[in-house]
């Protein structure tokens, strides 16, 4: 379903490795958007860097919190327990998952993106701002979008990203790759920065019911082809030196979600990787702050614009607040 007005963003409280076969080649679609509205350049601010050679960020589409147990997501369990966590963070208010995206993303609340819209619109353009993939990109940084829904795209502009593909269920077409297959011909050709998005469960959701049997079985399918990407790494000899944070864009009640309550505001949060320490996160975190934390990890400038921070507190330091888009 689709929201047209957003409010701000805002907290609450909740609850390996397969092997991979060989990926076929895949084929890119091109973006045909209009080209990105002009605005200023940001003011940015310098900040010190862990060890990290690269961040992958993994989303999965209408998570809850409490899924994670109910679904058996080893591999997400198994970076729970090695990795600093949470599992009150606060996505933006609604909830909808092209608008919570791009605050995850961009790093701000969707008064400054401006992503008010929940479908493929191109005429629209671009989210506002400068994006985490704009800050990698302009450093040099070989940038990966692999998603399962093709309004993702409306998120940064083609030119901030060295490889973009989608695999979108919604569209009727049989697609011939699975999100796994292309994140790991990306992870041979080498990335600094990668966000992979896992759409199945957020569809299932709304066809059966969060916490439904079929909407679980969604997750426990994503979460093991999460495992042949975390296999990969593996296997490439990268893991030890990629950050990886995992969270979503929403939770969901009923067949639904985007409305102002903890079943869909509240979502995980996890980051894995060098320097992370093993903790239960005590600072309150924003979907805004995952840009914040990969920038801060790429040893990359942070915008003084974004309303995310880091999330400190996973690296041992002192912790930050970030803004509340309320």
């Known amino acids: 379903?689709?929201?047209?007005?957003?409010?701000?963003?805002?907290?609450?409280?909740?609850?390996?490795?397969?092997?991979?076969?060989?990926?076929?080649?895949?084929?890119?679609?091109?973006?045909?958007?209009?080209?990105?509205?002009?605005?200023?350049?940001?003011?940015?601010?310098?900040?010190?860097?862990?060890?990290?050679?690269?961040?992958?960020?993994?989303?999965?589409?209408?998570?809850?919190?409490?899924?994670?147990?109910?679904?058996?997501?080893?591999?997400?369990?198994?970076?729970?327990?090695?990795?600093?966590?949470?599992?009150?963070?606060?996505?933006?208010?609604?909830?909808?998952?092209?608008?919570?995206?791009?605050?995850?993303?961009?790093?701000?609340?969707?008064?400054?993106?401006?992503?008010?819209?929940?479908?493929?619109?191109?005429?629209?353009?671009?989210?506002?701002?400068?994006?985490?993939?704009?800050?990698?990109?302009?450093?040099?940084?070989?940038?990966?979008?692999?998603?399962?829904?093709?309004?993702?795209?409306?998120?940064?502009?083609?030119?901030?990203?060295?490889?973009?593909?989608?695999?979108?269920?919604t569209d009727k077409i049989d697609d011939p790759f699975s999100i796994a297959q292309l994140a790991n011909r990306q992870i041979s050709e080498g990335f600094s920065l990668m966000f992979v998005h896992f759409p199945d469960g957020d569809l299932k959701g709304h066809d059966d019911g969060w916490l439904s049997r079929k909407q679980l079985e969604a997750f426990a399918n994503e979460d093991e082809n999460f495992g042949y990407i975390l296999q990969t790494l593996k296997n490439k000899d990268m893991y030890a030196s990629t950050l990886i944070i995992i969270s979503a864009d929403h939770g969901g009640h009923d067949t639904t979600h985007g409305y102002n309550t903890p079943e869909d505001r509240t979502i995980p949060w996890i980051v894995s990787g060098p320097g992370i320490l093993p903790i239960q996160l005590t600072t309150p975190v924003h979907t805004m702050d995952t840009a914040a934390t990969a920038a801060f990890a790429l040893g990359l400038p942070i915008p003084v614009e974004w309303d995310g921070v880091p999330v400190y507190e996973a690296f041992g330091l002192p912790a930050s607040a970030s803004k509340n888009c309320n």
Not at 68 to 74: F, L, V
């Open 1 to 169: 379903m689709t929201f047209l007005l957003l409010q701000g963003c805002g907290t609450l409280n909740a609850p390996p490795a397969p092997t991979l076969v060989p990926p076929p080649t895949e084929t890119l679609i091109p973006s045909t958007l209009p080209p990105a509205t002009p605005f200023a350049p940001p003011t940015l601010t310098a900040t010190p860097a862990p060890n990290v050679n690269r961040v992958l960020i993994v989303s999965f589409d209408g998570l809850r919190p409490d899924i994670i147990q109910k679904a058996k997501m080893e591999n997400v369990l198994a970076l729970m327990q090695n990795g600093a966590y949470t599992l009150t963070a606060q996505t933006i208010m609604p909830s909808t998952t092209l608008p919570s995206h791009a605050s995850m993303l961009v790093g701000t609340c969707p008064a400054k993106h401006i992503v008010r819209w929940d479908l493929y619109v191109p005429e629209n353009g671009y989210a506002l701002g400068t994006d985490l993939f704009d800050l990698a990109h302009a450093a040099g940084m070989r940038t990966v979008m692999v998603v399962g829904k093709e309004k993702l795209r409306q998120i940064t502009e083609p030119s901030s990203l060295d490889y973009f593909a989608f695999v979108d269920q």
